[in-house]
């Protein structure tokens, strides 16, 4: 059975596609703003959107281009409203320098990324995770970012409600790196009612607005309270180096020093809060896949029929990719003959392993261009190398 409330948010278990169930995870969360351009394989997000917010008393607005999203949710974040878009490979690249915009400004929002094959518009209709590393080091300068990896649709819809709560803790875009496998999938998808779901709020100043500064923050905390354009205080705000005030600050490297340490700390010294992990047979393993998305999925046979051959291989599936585990893949890598990395596309997250290995553990790629998911053998073939049994052509 299913429901919707009074302000059109839903409740109940659905048969839903993943791409639909992102958006409903963003209406749930709170969401009411969606400035987005239409692009394969995400464009459903947006549909669903543009039906579903006027219902729930949200706005959306399909943008000129890729580059006017990314802006226009920056915007609507600081009128107030929790903001989202949604693209894939080419309007990604396009949103990069908004990004990086939206990190600066310190502005809590989501961007969705439905991954296909690429580079340049490349497989528009077929799966793909090539866009890892960009999102990690896609926009230009110094900074670290959250980005999350579902592997269904059912936790889509929940990471999508995740993202923006920590979009809201840590003042920042948070990314959702999904992929065409898992947002075109449809499966059983349970919506908790309202009361049910955990939904952190924008934390506002509470001093006079004659005492806010927009980027004070107190000892012992990482970001300030945020005001509301139209709500008697005074903003600035710009993407240059900044003070406490918002004003450009870029007469010496003090300020760039402190934001930018800030930037980063803020979320590589809450790590331990943020980084999320799905683990599975390690603790007798001698060989570990670590993988993402849909290419986690995927190995999970290959995994099951290594055990029935007596290899004991586990999983570590990488729920949050940015901020890395380092720790945990260093651990890891000191207990076991071999880790495993299928993701598809040429070898990407598979370099952060091995980096993080430090040579302690023999690291296989299991690559795969995109246009379709991985053939379980070649994952169980890397498996069977990885423990060092012999391996046919």
Known sequence: MSKANHKGVLSGEFFMQGDIACAEGAICAGCRFFGGYPITPATEVAQRMSERLPIADGVF????????????????????????????????????????????????????NVQRGG????LPTLVGQGDMMQARYGSHGDYAIIALAPSSPQELFDLTIHAFNLAEIYRTPVLVMTDAEVGHMTEKVVIPPPEEIEIVPR????????????????????????AVAG?????????????????????????????????????????????????????????????????ARTAIWPMQMAREEGIKVGMLRLVTVWPFPDEQICELAGQVKGIVVPEINMGQIVREVERCTAGQAKVLSVPHPGGDIHDPQEVLKAIREAAGREVKE
């Open 61 to 112: 607005i399909q943008m000129e281009d890729e580059l006017a999203s990314m802006n226009v949710i920056l915007g609507a974040s600081w009128a107030g409203q929790k903001s989202m878009t949604a693209t894939s490979g080419p309007g990604f690249s396009l949103m990069m320098e908004n990004l990086g915009l939206g990190i600066m400004l310190e502005t809590p929002c989501v961007l969705v």
């Open 119 to 122: 580079p340049s518009t490349g």
């Open 203 to 226: 934390r506002k100043p509470t001093c006079p607005p004659e005492e806010y500064l927009p980027y004070r923050v107190a000892p012992g905390e990482w970001v300030s309270p945020m």
């Open 231 to 295: 709500d008697g205080y005074r903003i600035h705000t710009t993407g240059l180096t900044h003070d406490e005030r918002g004003y450009p600050a870029t007469t010496g490297d003090s300020a760039q020093w402190s934001l930018i340490q800030r930037l980063i700390d803020k979320i590589e010294k809450n790590k331990d809060d943020i980084i999320i992990l799905e683990k599975d047979g390690l603790d007798d393993a001698d060989v570990v896949i670590v993988s993402y998305g849909i290419a």
